[in-house]
């Protein structure tokens, strides 16, 4: 069975930082792409960033880019979120997920690609 717990969520000022973790269990962390996405309120959930399982392939959101940063620790079993320069539009919770394919060497972008989801974190980001 795999988990996929998040934390590190919270309330923050626009320009201040969070960061996410989401640590795994249940299947062979090391193998799998990594993704965080996020879903506002009435609206789509939508993909933030990910991380092939060597984290040779990294790819953002152009909404995100330059702000936040991915990254993962294999030997713990966690993905990261560094989130910097917060605005009030990344409001929203933030979901991990895990890919369907093994040892895929791109990265996937869209909810049907990964199979494996956390529970959420709320980040609200105040003006």
């Known amino acids: 069975q795999v988990q996929l717990v998040e934390s590190g969520g919270g309330l923050v000022q626009a320009g201040g930082s969070l960061r996410l973790s989401c640590a795994a269990s249940g299947r062979t962390f090391s193998r799998y792409t990594m993704g965080w996405f996020r879903q506002a309120p009435g609206k789509e959930r939508e993909f933030v960033a990910a991380i092939n399982w060597s984290g040779s392939s990294i790819y953002y959101a152009d909404s995100v880019k330059g702000r936040f940063t991915i990254s993962r620790d294999n030997a713990k079993k966690t993905v990261y979120l560094q989130m910097n320069g917060l605005k009030p539009e990344d409001t929203a919770v933030y979901y991990c997920?895990?890919?369907?394919?093994?040892?895929?060497?791109?990265?996937?972008?869209?909810?049907?690609?990964?199979?494996?989801w956390g529970q959420g974190t709320q980040v609200t980001v105040s003006s």
């Open positions: 997920a895990m890919d369907r394919t093994l040892l895929r060497a791109v990265v996937g972008t869209t909810v049907p690609e990964y199979a494996y």
